[in-house]
């Protein structure tokens, strides 16, 4: 009998799918002073920021994308006369018409070429300013960040989940909890899967009894009981919020577009954008209290690729949402798509680090020091002006 335990094991045989695998969920949450609030999201498997937020302005855009990305005249909402929104993200609109919603293109930490999801999500986590020795990195931002906040409470920092981020772990004490997790697998997980173990008649058995193991439902029934768990997540986040704790943050997998991006992009915007309402709703009113960041490991390529997806890339797009925001607003400039402005010939040129956002968001909502950040939180890190994320 095929155990759980094994089943989850033998997915870190796939390569760059399990680190975008929609199994590997986790969440940390922490206490501090004040009544601020903070949650990150880690959009794990990559997000094309070129097509959630669409710079139709750019007349090279079309030459690039053939079925993706084409702006107000495709179904995208304009927002500003340059950027469409994708309609997956359409529930979203009254956040940026209410000023709580904005969004910073040409984004990256600073991960380089090598365009592994592992490497470029325990960068994003760890916060560092180089990935030398990144597999020997003990500790995440976030657990920096709670090491230089005094009354930071040790009885409310947690690690929740099926496998602990990285992002909160380190010096600051941290008790951990795994609640019980429902594992059941979305159409998009179940087509991976199929996929990947396609020609491997043992793996291709193995998984179709995981999935009836894990989830209780046969492969025929997954379609029509598609999981709510980004949005359980959220709730337990919210109520966790509505104490003592102050930072919280998730991970909502699904990103990795390689092929078929219409279809699967659509439903995983969707998710984003109800797990960021039901933040708002749950949160009432600490929503105004709240910044919510959604972060991705890199970006990805501005050609479409011939599976109508597109491949690993680098510069990639931040959205940032909350009664504390300063939305309705573009954050940074925008490097252009013409050949001579790709990074790599390839991939949109990032034009600040994403961490220096994560670290104004501190300095303004938690008073840390400028120095502390680009010291010690962010080693490495050179914050730049304020972008006048929050207000």
């Known amino acids: 009998m095929l155990t759980r335990r094994l089943f989850l094991k033998s997915t870190a045989l796939i390569g760059c799918s399990a680190a975008a695998h929609p199994l590997l969920s986790s969440a940390t949450f922490a206490a501090a002073p004040g009544e601020n609030r903070l949650v990150v999201i880690i959009l794990r498997g990559a997000m094309d920021g070129l097509d959630a937020f669409q710079p ?4 090279n855009l079309s030459g690039l994308r053939k079925t993706l990305s084409l702006g107000p005249d495709h179904g995208a909402t304009d927002l500003d006369g340059f950027y469409a929104l994708h309609p997956g993200l359409e529930a979203l609109l009254p956040l940026w018409r209410a000023g709580q919603l904005g969004f910073a293109p040409a984004v990256s930490t600073p991960y380089r070429d090598k365009r592994s999801h592992f490497d470029g999500q325990n960068m994003l986590e760890a916060g560092t300013g180089t990935d030398v020795g990144l597999n ?25 989940g099926v496998a602990q981020m990285p992002i909160l772990r380190g010096a600051a004490p941290a008790k951990s909890w795994t609640p019980e997790a429902n594992m059941t697998l979305t159409p998009q997980a179940q087509l991976l899967l199929d996929h990947i173990y ?9 998984s179709r009894q995981a999935m009836e193991i894990i989830t209780g439902l046969s492969p025929e029934l997954m379609e029509s009981a598609p999981g709510e768990e980004h949005l359980q997540l959220a709730r337990f986040a919210a109520d966790r919020l509505n104490g003592e704790t102050r930072i919280a943050t998730f991970s909502v997998a699904g990103w990795d577009t390689h092929a078929g991006q219409a279809g699967s992009m659509t439903r995983a915007l969707g998710r984003l954008a109800d797990t960021i309402l039901t ?17 991705t490991e890199f970006g990805r390529t501005v050609r479409e690729n011939g599976s109508a997806g597109t491949d690993h890339g680098t510069g990639g797009a931040m959205l940032a949402a909350g009664g504390a925001v300063r939305g309705g607003q573009v954050w940074g400039g925008w490097p252009g798509l013409a050949e001579g402005d790709l990074y790599d010939g390839r991939d949109l040129m990032p034009l600040r680090d994403i961490r220096a956002y994560a670290a104004w968001a501190m300095h303004a909502k938690f008073g840390i020091a400028r120095d502390v950040l680009e010291g010690t939180v962010f080693p490495g890190l050179e914050m730049g002006g304020d972008p006048g994320l929050t207000a």
């Open 56 to 59: 139709y302005g750019d007349r």
């Open 136 to 160: 020997a990195q003990q500790d995440g931002w976030l657990n920096r960040l709670l090491q230089q906040m005094p009354g930071q409470s040790s009885e409310t920092a947690y690690s929740v």
């Open 198 to 206: 396609h020609d491997d008649p043992l793996f291709r058995d193995a």
């Open 279 to 295: 933040l708002r709703d749950a949160l009432g009113p600490h929503w105004d209290r709240t910044t919510v960041m959604a972060m």
